[in-house]
């Protein structure tokens, strides 16, 4: 394992230079989980830069965030993300049967 801090912090890199998702401002701070889910989906099939299918991009993106944050995230947040993540199956047709 690296100790070079440019390696270390990869995942803040990831998220300050992706250009795989058009993010809106504050997306994952959002307290409501239909629009976080509406806004990625919206990002996802607007991207000409994602290399899977809208859906996989989009679910990817918030489980990117949820796993950065980790055990910083508020509880409350993280339940609202987990949320947004049922809206995104919904709204891709993807609801777990």
Known sequence: MTTDPENRKWSGKVTRESHALD?????????DPKKIAASLKRSAEESTQRKGTPFQSAMSMLNFYINRAGSKLDPKQKQILELAKEELRRLFGKEKR
Do not use: K
């Open 23 to 31: 993010l809106e401002e504050g997306v994952f701070t959002w307290q």
